[in-house]
């Protein structure tokens, strides 16, 4: 009897983990694919395959031809399109999946929280009195904060933003996470920073900024997710690994 074949669809540590945690299977053999978007990704514990696949189509078809039995949709919460697809693509090849999608984050006391959907609406928010203003959206989508030249930047992702904003006051910050809360109330302090702007990403490898601003008194503007849609989702590791034995054993059962 052959080996179960799953494929991740990764990019976060939630799939780095999960991974990791079913890499030593004998009964299983694992696929991790990231976007690409990262030109030096971490380093991965099962084999990885790099790009897009194009579309939901091109999943589709990807799923047959490896003969996928199981899919996993462990992308970023705001990988909305990427979800879609998946979504779409289980439906079309009638392999099973399902998404391991962190929670969101949610304010406690002290924080200060203005909710919006999108970046643009996050520029906009600012005002138009001039801000320094910490910029945690990630590289893609920086080039709004364009709009409102008036205020200071400083934007930080893994790579490079290309091309660089034409905002006439921007500071770039290359690192990659996760962060700790320590280094994050010693750069918020260290650049005097008035706002921050920051996806609704949930999980720990980011939450330390916004303990930070909860600390320091900052006004964080929240992007919120899209409301999720397609494939059911669990929410932790261990009911990730759960439905993995799950489907790996009825697999088993009938022989497949």
Known sequence: MGKTRILILGGTTEARSLAA????????????SLAGRTADPAPQPVPVRSGGFGGA?????????????????ATHPFAARISANAAQAAAQ?????FALRRPAWTPVEGDDWVSVQSVPQAIAALGATS???????????????????????????????EPPLTAPNVCYIHSRGPFRLEGELEMLRRHGIE???AK???????????????????????????????LRAVETLEAGLNRVDHFASSLMKRGV
């Open 200 to 230: 609704n990403s949930g999980g720990a490898a980011t939450y330390a900024k916004i303990e930070a601003a909860r600390q320091l008194g900052i006004k964080v503007i929240m992007i919120q997710r899209a409301e999720a849609t397609g």
């Open 195 to 197: 706002v921050i702007i």
């Open 93 to 97: 090849s009638g392999v099973p999946a």
């Open 131 to 161: 801000l320094r203003v910490f910029l945690a959206t990630g590289r893609q989508e920086a080039h709004y904060a364009d709009t409102a030249p008036q205020h200071h930047y400083w934007v930080r992702s893994v790579d490079p933003v």
């Open 57 to 73: 189509e091109g999943l589709a078809r990807y799923l047959r031809d490896e003969a996928i039995d199981l899919m996993i949709d």
């Open 21 to 32: 945690a079913l890499a030593s299977r004998a009964d299983l053999d694992v696929v991790l």
